[in-house]
C-alpha cells in the first residue's frame, strides 16, 4: 500500500495572459489565452479560457474556443505561399516565396484593373473584416465583390432591415433579464453560439418559458420547453396564423403601431395605376397619416395616438387611401391562415397554434412590464414610464435558407411588433448602431471603369427597381447576378452563384477569381462534386474556364487544392484584426462594442495575415487609398491601417481610444490606438446612457448618443414598415408600371415574391420526393474547420443521417444500414440512424463533418472520408432545366438567399457502402497529421 | 483492498442541470485543455488525425434521445465524469493504494506513480467514469480541477473546475454537498436533485437535476379575449373603441 502523495495545489499556471478575440466560429467571444514555455523554451498555448470583462461572453467559452490549441497546432496549417504544378483539385504545389507570390498576383490582377475590372471576382467567406476587403475591392473597381452572407444568413438580414432598420443576432438579443416567452426559429446550435447558451440558462434561472420551433430536436430545441416539429420551410405560414389568432382576439398593441410602425400611413388604393399600393405623401416626400380628430392627411411624425387605422379616407388631390393597417387586417383574418387550415401542411395540431398564440398574448399583455424610467421621443412628447411586452424572439438559418426566407422572416417581425416587442423591455432589444433603417444604408454599386475605383459600396439596399445594377438590356453588371432582377435585394451578393456562373460565361467571364477563407469546392458550395468539376472545366482552348485561382486559407483544406496560388494566412492566435462597428459589430444592448486581435503568438512559418497582404498587394498595385502621393505605400500592414485609416472623418475601424486616447466614437486617428486595445483586455466598450436602452428607433436620448458615436450624423426618425413599400415598387414593376420592368420569365416570380405585406409561399416540392432534409450545426464545429482538430473531431467525426422511425420502417432501414439517399438533382449513399426526435418528414445530419480526402492533412482513412458525406450533392444551385433554355437559380427570389432547406429528397436502403459520390483524394501539400498527441506533457512531468 | 477514509472534512462535487445542458461539450473541451497540461500525465489522444482517434477524457457528454410515456421524443444531454462516491469502489478494488479518496475534501484521485494500469477500477466503477490513458497506460479521472481549486497562481473566482467555469449555458455547479447552506446543496434541496443509479451503493456526491416537467400550459384563451372577432367588421368595431381607450 503507498501512503497518498503529497500534492502541489498551487502549480504554476502560465508565463502570461495575452487577452484577444476568439475566432474559432463567428461569435467573437473575448478569450484569455495563457501562454507557458514550451520544450524549446519559445511561449506556447497552455490553455484558453474566457475573458470575464468581454461583453460577448462574460467568461465563458465553448467547446470550439477550448479547442483552439488544437487548431494553433494543426498540421493542416499551411506553411508558405504555394504555386500549383499539378492538375486543379490534386493538391500538387511547389512553396514559392512571398515577393514571387505577390509578384503572380500582381501579373494577373494588374492587366484586369488596367482593362476590365469586373472580370476579377473578389469573395470572401466567413471574412470579420468585410468593411476593409470591401474596400479594397471598391479602390480595384471591380464590381464584383460579396462575403458569404449569401448562402448563409441574408433573409434574416435583408428582412429585418427592411421591416424595422436591424435582425436577429449581431442586430439585437433576447432580453434575457425580462423576457416571459421566448420563441426560437430555426436555430439548431449556431449563431450566436455563447449567447444564446448563457441566455436560455438565464430563462431556465428565471423560470421563462422557450417554445423551439424545429424539425429536429436537437441542441437548444432538446431543452425548450415545447418543441414545435415544424414541416420545413412552413414557418412563415405558422407565423401567419399565429397573426390570424392574435388579431381575432385584439391582442394587439395599438398604442405601438401607431407610435412606431406604418400601421397608420395611408396607402394609395388605386387599382391599376402606377400609384396603387404605394405610400401617400405630402409635396415633401414625407409619408401622410389621417388624423382622426381633425380628419384630415398629416405628416406621420405631426401624429401619434391620434392616427386612424382603418377607413377609406380621400386625400387632397382626390385620391383614395387606406390605413396600412387595414390592408394587413384584412389578409392576415382571411380564414386562409385558420389554424385548421395551416395544421397539416406545417405539421403543427391547430390546438397547439391556438394555445402558443394565447401564450403570446399572455405574456405581451398579461404580464406587461412598467418600467419607472422617463424618456422622451422623437415628436418631442416625454414618457413617465418604459411599458414593456416580455416576449421574444430569435431565428437563424431554418428560416433563412429557404427560398421563402425572406418573407417568413418578415412575417416573425410582423408577429413582434404587432405585440409591441420590439425594443421594449422584455422584447427584443437593438444593439447598437442598430436599429438603422434603410436610408441609413448605402445604395449598390457597380460602376467599373478601367484604372478607376467604385464610387461607392458593392453592397447596399436598393429603394426600388430603380437601383437594381442592370444594364441597358437589363442584364446583370455583377458575375452573381445581385440586385438584377434575378436577385434584385441581394444586399450580401450571391458567393454560392459565382463558380457557376462564371463556367458558364453567364453573365460574362472572368479572368481570376480571389476568395478568402470559404471552402468553395466543399461545404460552402451547393452542388459540390459538379462544382469541383466546374473549378477544372476547361475550353477550346484546353485552358482552365476560370483562368486564375488565387486563394488564402490559413489550412490545407479542399478549396487549397483548387487554386493555382495559395497565398497562406496565419491563425487567428497570430494576427491583427478588428472587429468593427463599420462592419459586423459585437454590441450589447446597452452598449456599442468592439474588438481586436494581435498576435499573441509569432508565426513559426512563412505565413502573413490575409488583410496585411491585402494592403502590400493593393500597394503594389497603385490602388488609391492605398499608396501615398509619392507612390510609396500608405500602411505598413493591418494593424497600421486599423489605427490610421478614416472612413468617414472622424470616423474609423475602432471607437474607442481615438484622438488623444480619450475620444470615443468621433476624434481623430490615434496611432496608439492598438496597444490601448491590448491593455483593456481586447475589446472598448461605450455605454448608451440609462434613458436610451429601450425603444431606440424612437428614443431621443438613444438616438443623440448614436450621433455623439458617429454611427449617423442626424437623430434617424424612422418607422418600423409592416407595410414596406420596396417591395410594392417591385411588385409596380411587374405589374407593367415605370420605366425598368423584369424580363417576362421572372414577372409572375417578381409579382408574388414581392408583396408588401409578408406573405407565405410553399417551397418547391417536386413529385416523388416526399421527404426533407436538412442539417444541423453541431454546437462543437464550425463549418468546416473543425475536422483538422484533434479533439473536436473526436466528438464529431463519423455522422450519420438520422432518419424518422417512420422512415426507417418504411424503407426497411435499421442503425448501421446504407441508405440512397435521392433528390432530383443527385444521389448520396450513406450509413443511417433512426430519430424520434424530428419530424416524421424530416431527415437530417450534421453540417460539415463530411471531408475530401486528403484534405485538412488528415489520415487518407479517416472517418470523415470514410463515413461522412456533404448532402450539397444533392442541392444544386439550379433548378432543374425548365425547357426555356434559362438558368433558375435555387435560391430566394427576393434576396438571392441560398435555399439550401429546400432540399427534397426520397431514400432507398443500399446494399452496404461505400460513400457515394465518391470525389476522389488530393495531396497534402502539409503532409499528414500522424500518431500520438501527448499535448503539454512538458508541463506535467 | 485499498481503504476509504471513514468521513471526510469535506465533500466537494459537481451538480449537474440536466435541464439545461444543452449538449455542447465545452465542459469536455475545457476540462481535456486544463487537465492535458496539468495534474499527471498528458491526456494522450491515440492517432489523432489518422482513422481511429482514441483519447483520453476526464468527462465528456452522451446525449440519449428518450421517448416518454406521452409527449414527443427528445434528446437529453448527459455530461458525465467521476462522482467522487462517498464509498468509491474504484478506491477499494485498488490493488496499489493508486486510487484513494481524499480525507480533507473527498475528491477521488490517482496517485500515477503507484498505479500499474491494472484496469480493475474502470472495471469496478459502474459509471464508466475512469478511463485508462491510451499512452501513457495509467488511470486517468475527474480530478475536481484539485490544482486549480486551491490554487494561489489562479484568481480566486476562478479557484473552480474548468467545466464549471466555461459551461456557457450554466448548467454545471461545484460546491461542498455537505455544507446544507452551501449553493449546491440548496440547488439540490429545492429542484430534486438526484444520485446516479443509487441501488450500486456507492453514495455518489456528483448530483443531477433533472429536467422539469414540460407540458404545455393551460390557457383560457376566451378568458383572454374581449370577444372573437371573427370578421374584419368587427375587428374594426372593436378597433374603434380601443382607439377611444387609448
Redesign the interface.
Known amino acids: 500500500?503507498?501512503?497518498?502523495?503529497k500534492?502541489?495545489?498551487?502549480?504554476?499556471?502560465s508565463d502570461e495572459i495575452r487577452k484577444t478575440t476568439c475566432y474559432m466560429c463567428a461569435c467573437r467571444c473575448g478569450i484569455d489565452v495563457h501562454l507557458?514555455a514550451g520544450e524549446d523554451g519559445r511561449p506556447k498555448v497552455?490553455?484558453?479560457?474566457?475573458n470575464?470583462d468581454h461583453p460577448v461572453?462574460r467568461?465563458?467559452?465553448?467547446?470550439?474556443?477550448?479547442?483552439g490549441?488544437m487548431q494553433q497546432y494543426s498540421?493542416a496549417r499551411l506553411r508558405a505561399p504555394l504555386r500549383r504544378v499539378g492538375p486543379r483539385g490534386c493538391g500538387e504545389f511547389q512553396e514559392i516565396s512571398w515577393d514571387e507570390a505577390l509578384q503572380q498576383a500582381v501579373d494577373w490582377l494588374g492587366p484586369i484593373r488596367d482593362k476590365d475590372p469586373k472580370r476579377l471576382a473578389f469573395f470572401t467567406g466567413r471574412d470579420q473584416s468585410q468593411s476593409f476587403t470591401g474596400w479594397w475591392a471598391q479602390q480595384f473597381g471591380t464590381p464584383n465583390y460579396a462575403a458569404h452572407g449569401g448562402f448563409c444568413s441574408v433573409n434574416m438580414a435583408a428582412a429585418g432591415i427592411y421591416t424595422m432598420g436591424g435582425a436577429f443576432w449581431e442586430f439585437g438579443s433576447p432580453d434575457w433579464e425580462r423576457t416571459e416567452l421566448f420563441l426560437l426559429f430555426g436555430v439548431a446550435?449556431d449563431h450566436d453560439?455563447?449567447p444564446i447558451?448563457?441566455g436560455?440558462?438565464?430563462l431556465?434561472?428565471r423560470g421563462a418559458?422557450v417554445i423551439a420551433v424545429n424539425p429536429v430536436?436537437?441542441?437548444?430545441n432538446?431543452?425548450?420547453?415545447?418543441?414545435v416539429?415544424i414541416t420545413p420551410g412552413t414557418d412563415g405560414l405558422f407565423v401567419l396564423s399565429l397573426i390570424h389568432e392574435l388579431?381575432?382576439?385584439?391582442?394587439v398593441d395599438?398604442?405601438y403601431l401607431?407610435r412606431y410602425t406604418n400601421a397608420p400611413q395611408l396607402v394609395v388604393q388605386n387599382p391599376g395605376g402606377a400609384d396603387h399600393g404605394l405610400i401617400a405623401r405630402d409635396a415633401d416626400g414625407t409619408p401622410l397619416v389621417w388624423d382622426?380628430a381633425e380628419r384630415r392627411a398629416r405628416p406621420w411624425q405631426e401624429v401619434s395616438?391620434g392616427a386612424a387605422?382603418?377607413?377609406e379616407v380621400t386625400l387632397a388631390d382626390g385620391r383614395k387611401a387606406l390605413p396600412s393597417f387595414?390592408i394587413l387586417?384584412?389578409r392576415y383574418?382571411s380564414n386562409d391562415y385558420a389554424p385548421e387550415a395551416v395544421a397539416a401542411r406545417c405539421g403543427v395540431e391547430a390546438d397547439?397554434i391556438?394555445?402558443i398564440?394565447?401564450?403570446l398574448?399572455?405574456a405581451a399583455?398579461?404580464k406587461e412590464i412598467r418600467l419607472s424610467r422617463p424618456w422622451t421621443d422623437l415628436r418631442g412628447e416625454r414618457h413617465q414610464e418604459m411599458v414593456g411586452r416580455p416576449v421574444s424572439v430569435h431565428a437563424m438559418r431554418g428560416i433563412s435558407a429557404h427560398s421563402n426566407g425572406f418573407q417568413t422572416a418578415r412575417a416573425i417581425h410582423l408577429l413582434q411588433i404587432l405585440l409591441g416587442s420590439v425594443d421594449c423591455p422584455g422584447g427584443f432589444r437593438f444593439k447598437p448602431p442598430y436599429p438603422k433603417p434603410v436610408r441609413a444604408h448605402p445604395t449598390p454599386h457597380t460602376e467599373a471603369h478601367p484604372r478607376a475605383p467604385l464610387p461607392g459600396p458593392h453592397l447596399g439596399y436598393p429603394r426600388g427597381p430603380e437601383d437594381l445594377r442592370i444594364d441597358a438590356e437589363g442584364r446583370p453588371e455583377r458575375i452573381d447576378k445581385a440586385f438584377s432582377w434575378d436577385a434584385p435585394l441581394a444586399v450580401h451578393g450571391l458567393m454560392h452563384m459565382v463558380i457557376s456562373n462564371a463556367v458558364a460565361g453567364d453573365p460574362y467571364e472572368i479572368d481570376t477569381l480571389f476568395l478568402y477563407m470559404a471552402n468553395m469546392a466543399w461545404n460552402s458550395s451547393m452542388n459540390t462534386a459538379q462544382v469541383m468539376e466546374m473549378l477544372t472545366a476547361t475550353g477550346d482552348d484546353g485552358e482552365y474556364r476560370i483562368p486564375h485561382i488565387i486563394y488564402s486559407d490559413a489550412y490545407s483544406s479542399e478549396m487549397v487544392a483548387y487554386a493555382d496560388l495559395i497565398l497562406p494566412d496565419t491563425t487567428y492566435l497570430e494576427r491583427h484584426d478588428c472587429i468593427s462597428l463599420l462592419d459586423r459589430p459585437i454590441s450589447e444592448p446597452e452598449a456599442a462594442a468592439d474588438a481586436i486581435r494581435w498576435p499573441v503568438l509569432e508565426p513559426d512559418r512563412d505565413v502573413r495575415g490575409f488583410q496585411s497582404v491585402l494592403i502590400d498587394l493593393g500597394a503594389r498595385l497603385g490602388l488609391p487609398g492605398f499608396v501615398n502621393d509619392d507612390g510609396s505605400h500608405r500602411y505598413k500592414d493591418y494593424a497600421d491601417y486599423i489605427a490610421r485609416h478614416e472612413r468617414r472623418p472622424g470616423i474609423g475601424p475602432l471607437a474607442g481610444f481615438r484622438g488623444d486616447g480619450s475620444q470615443t466614437g468621433r476624434g481623430a486617428p490615434n496611432p496608439g490606438q492598438v496597444d490601448r486595445y491590448r491593455e483593456n483586455g481586447g475589446f472598448f466598450t461605450a455605454h448608451i446612457p440609462e434613458e436610451g436602452h429601450y425603444f431606440k428607433m424612437a428614443n431621443r436620448a438613444y438616438q443623440d448618443w448614436a450621433v455623439s458615436m458617429g454611427f449617423f450624423d442626424e437623430p434617424l426618425a424612422f418607422t418600423f414598415d409592416i407595410y414596406q413599400e420596396t417591395l410594392r415598387k417591385f411588385q409596380l414593376a411587374a405589374e407593367g408600371h415605370g420605366p425598368r420592368e423584369p424580363p417576362d420569365h421572372l414577372r409572375e416570380t417578381i409579382r408574388a415574391a414581392f408583396d408588401p405585406l409578408p406573405s407565405w409561399a410553399p417551397v418547391p416540392a417536386p413529385e416523388g420526393y416526399p421527404l426533407h432534409a436538412v442539417t444541423q450545426r453541431p454546437?462543437?464545429m464550425y463549418h468546416s474547420w473543425g475536422s483538422?482538430n484533434?479533439?473536436?473531431?473526436?466528438?464529431h467525426?463519423a455522422v450519420p443521417l438520422y432518419v424518422p422511425e417512420p422512415v426507417m420502417q418504411a424503407a426497411g432501414l435499421a442503425d448501421g444500414d446504407w441508405a440512397w439517399v435521392i433528390s432530383p438533382h443527385g444521389r448520396i449513399r450513406v450509413p443511417v440512424a433512426m430519430?424520434?426526435?424530428a419530424s416524421p418528414t424530416t431527415l437530417w445530419t450534421w453540417n460539415a463533418i463530411g471531408k475530401r480526402r486528403g484534405a485538412w492533412?488528415?489520415?487518407l482513412?479517416?472517418?470523415e472520408a470514410?463515413k461522412s458525406f456533404l448532402l450539397n450533392h444533392l442541392i444544386s444551385e439550379l433548378h432543374p432545366p425548365k425547357g426555356d433554355g434559362l438558368r433558375w437559380s435555387n435560391s430566394d427570389p427576393v434576396t438571392g438567399q441560398a435555399a439550401w432547406y429546400d432540399l427534397r429528397v426520397r431514400i432507398e436502403k443500399a446494399d452496404g457502402g461505400p460513400l457515394h459520390p465518391d470525389t476522389g483524394a488530393q495531396e497534402s501539400p502539409v503532409g499528414?497529421?500522424?500518431?500520438?498527441?501527448?499535448?503539454?506533457?512538458e508541463?506535467?512531468e | 483492498m485499498t481503504a476509504l477514509p471513514g468521513k471526510t472534512d469535506r465533500t466537494l462535487g459537481l451538480v449537474i442541470d440536466l435541464d439545461t445542458c444543452v449538449g455542447c461539450h465545452a465542459c469536455v473541451v475545457s476540462c481535456k485543455e486544463w487537465n492535458t497540461g496539468g495534474y499527471g500525465a498528458p491526456l494522450a489522444d491515440a492517432d489523432a488525425w489518422g482513422a481511429e482517434p482514441v483519447g483520453a477524457f476526464l468527462n465528456r457528454v452522451h446525449t440519449f434521445e428518450v421517448t416518454p410515456d406521452s409527449g414527443a421524443a427528445m434528446n437529453v444531454h448527459f455530461p458525465k465524469s467521476c462522482l467522487h462516491c462517498a464509498d468509491a469502489p474504484c478506491v477499494t478494488v485498488c490493488p496499489t493504494g493508486a486510487s484513494y479518496k481524499r480525507a480533507e475534501d473527498g475528491i477521488v484521485l490517482v496517485n500515477e506513480t503507484a498505479c500499474i494500469g491494472c484496469g480493475l477500477c474502470a472495471w469496478a466503477c459502474p459509471y464508466g467514469a475512469r478511463e485508462q490513458d491510451p499512452v501513457e497506460k495509467v488511470m486517468k479521472k475527474c480530478t475536481l480541477c484539485v490544482d486549480r481549486i486551491y490554487n494561489d497562481n489562479i484568481p480566486e473566482q476562478d479557484r473552480i473546475p474548468a467545466c464549471v467555469r466555461t459551461c456557457p449555458a450554466g448548467a454545471r455547479h461545484f460546491g461542498d454537498l455537505s455544507d446544507p447552506g452551501s449553493e449546491v446543496s440548496r440547488l439540490v434541496a429545492e429542484r430534486g436533485g438526484f444520485d446516479l443509479m443509487p441501488e450500486q451503493g456507492t453514495s455518489p456526491v456528483n448530483k443531477y437535476l433533472p429536467p422539469r416537467a414540460r407540458e404545455p400550459e393551460s390557457i383560457d384563451l376566451a378568458a383572454l379575449c374581449d370577444t372573437d372577432l371573427a370578421e374584419p367588421t368587427g375587428f374594426f368595431a372593436w378597433l374603434d373603441r380601443a382607439l377611444e381607450r387609448l
Request: with cysteine; charged share 25%.
Open positions: 500500500m503507498t501512503a497518498p502523495p500534492l502541489d495545489l498551487s502549480p504554476k499556471v507557458r497552455r490553455f484558453i479560457e474566457g470575464r461572453n467568461g465563458v467559452l465553448c467547446a470550439k474556443g477550448s479547442a490549441i498540421p446550435e453560439s455563447n447558451k448563457m436560455l440558462g438565464r431556465k434561472e418559458k430536436r436537437t441542441g437548444y432538446a431543452v425548450a420547453d415545447e418543441w416539429g388579431l381575432r382576439g385584439g391582442h395599438l398604442d401607431l382622426r395616438t387605422l382603418h377607413g387595414e387586417v384584412s383574418m397547439t391556438r394555445r398564440a394565447a401564450e398574448a399572455g399583455f398579461g454546437a462543437a483538422q484533434a479533439w473536436l473531431r473526436q466528438i467525426g430519430t424520434r426526435a492533412a488528415l489520415g482513412n479517416a472517418p470514410d499528414r497529421g500522424r500518431g500520438h498527441l501527448t499535448f503539454g506533457r508541463w506535467t
